[in-house]
């Protein structure tokens, strides 16, 4: 990766700044002024039982989801509300689903390739060039000619992670990327997002996988009812969390 | 004497001007219905409303109603074309709701993450649209929108009847009429000839359904 060592070298700048970000769903309120900085190559870890809204928090970023109070920044920029303003955010802003959502009527290597020649206007050649280093990188390059529903669950989620990389982003978002996965496909999409981290990308990742949370986050956030109630460095937080609400979560998902 | 395979010649040309007005109408409303689908699903507010209002208004028009309107309202309005242009327009307009609903039915069979990952990389509203969810719609609309198309290019025969003139209706109705023909013989002329455009569209109809289904 060339952009790894500038990413690396411009690390501390503040990337993603939400600034006391509200949002409700009718009455119920989700997102509860949320203040949160992502810093240029940094490895944020968001977990919390369901329902804290850290899915929501994970898709207002690039805008999925729209908030009712607060602003969020990237780059600086503050987001744009809505068209070509908010789709060109959105072209540097990587995201990966739950349920990968790769486009079912295109091949592997056509969803890799779209957004490069649509959005960024790339000649076919150079971006199937790309496309073909990415699917190589995540290790599916042989499936490239299959549909997504010819691929497994792990691999469908990899190939959602090329296709995110593609656009060449500033920042990944993962909104709970193993979660749909049987547990022995759990680990080849964590090691590329391990070796994604490794690489200097910044990324901010929703999941219930502590083991990743341990080895490749810089700080984890716990969210609980909406709100931010917990930042910490992983060991710390593990091991010595602060509130009872943390204390009370790990409690019961280290358990077992 | 027989009232069909005497005048085989007449009927053939009656078939290809009825063919004309089916193939005009198919791609015509599948144009504007898209388009209107486009607008019902649009971020925009007055395109949805306009969509909506669309699809209310002409669906509930009978087709007769929508001809007249273009052949006798048009002109008084300074607009001046031929009864084929009209008929065909006619035909188009009354079609393009039907064709929207089915269409639509197809949007809402794509799931909400097809749309959301499009956004996800990029894609405008148009292009998400366009690469993403219409291509997936349209496979899923198959069944509808062909008992759409088959439907309209029946109506086609009404469409003949208002007066385009030389399609087959106008034809069969030439021979029974004027040259005294019997009516049961010819009309079933009429019928075979338009089983000729019908049959072959549910044949390629379900073909185009197995080429191009996909798998979720």
Request: glycine share 8%; aromatic share 8%; net charge neutral.
């Amino acid at each position: 990766m060339t952009s790894a060592g500038e990413t690396r070298a411009a690390i501390g700048q503040p990337l993603v700044v939400l600034d006391h970000v509200d949002k409700w769903f009718g009455q119920l309120h989700v997102l509860r002024d949320i203040n949160l900085t992502v810093n240029r190559g940094e490895v944020v870890v968001v977990i919390g039982p369901s329902g804290s809204g850290k899915s929501t928090l994970c898709r207002a970023i690039n805008r999925l989801e729209t908030i009712d109070k607060g602003t969020i920044s990237l780059d600086g920029q503050p987001l744009p509300q809505e068209g070509k303003e908010l789709a060109r955010l959105r072209a540097e802003v990587g995201m990966v689903f739950q349920s990968f959502n790769l486009f079912a009527h295109k091949t592997i290597l056509e969803n890799v390739t779209l957004g490069p020649i649509k959005v960024r206007k790339q000649k076919q050649a150079d971006a199937e060039r790309r496309a073909k280093e990415l699917l190589d990188r995540v290790g599916v390059a042989h499936q490239a000619a299959k549909y997504p529903a010819q691929l497994s669950g792990g691999q469908q989620q990899r190939v959602a992670i090329a296709r995110a990389l593609a656009m060449e982003p500033k920042v990944m978002l993962f909104d709970e990327p193993t979660s749909a996965l049987d547990p022995e496909m759990i680990a080849e999409v964590l090691d590329v997002m391990v070796e994604l981290a490794e690489g200097g990308m910044t990324m901010i990742v929703v999941t219930h996988e502590m083991g990743f949370a341990r080895e490749a986050a810089n700080r984890v956030v716990f969210m609980a009812d909406g709100q931010v109630v917990e930042e910490n460095d992983p060991e710390t937080f593990f091991t010595r969390p602060q509130s009872d609400r943390a204390k009370d979560f790990l409690g019961k998902i280290l358990k077992h | 004497m027989d009232p069909v395979l005497d005048n085989l010649d007449l009927y053939w040309s009656g078939f290809l001007r009825s063919l004309g007005i089916c193939l005009w109408g198919l791609v015509g409303s599948l144009a504007l219905g898209t388009l209107i689908a486009a607008f019902r699903v649009s971020p925009i507010p007055s395109l949805r409303w306009f969509g909506t209002a669309w699809v209310t208004v002409i669906r509930n028009c009978p087709l007769t109603v929508v001809l007249f309107f273009f052949a006798f309202g048009f002109p008084e309005l300074g607009i001046n074309r031929s009864y084929y242009v009209f008929g065909v327009s006619a035909l188009i307009v009354y079609t393009s709701p039907f064709v929207c609903e089915a269409l639509r039915s197809g949007i809402n069979a794509v799931s909400a993450g097809q749309a959301e990952a499009a956004r996800a990389i990029g894609l405008t509203f148009t292009q998400s649209l366009g690469q993403v969810v219409l291509p997936q719609a349209f496979r899923t609309s198959i069944p509808p929108l062909g008992s759409v198309l088959i439907a309209m290019f029946k109506n086609a025969a009404v469409v003949g009847a208002f007066g385009v003139g030389q399609d087959l209706f106008s034809v069969g109705k030439g021979l029974a009429n004027a040259q005294g023909y019997d009516a049961l013989p010819v009309l079933t002329g009429v019928a075979v000839f338009y089983l000729l455009i019908t049959l072959p569209a549910g044949a390629i109809l379900a073909l185009l359904e197995r080429k191009v289904a996909i798998v979720r």
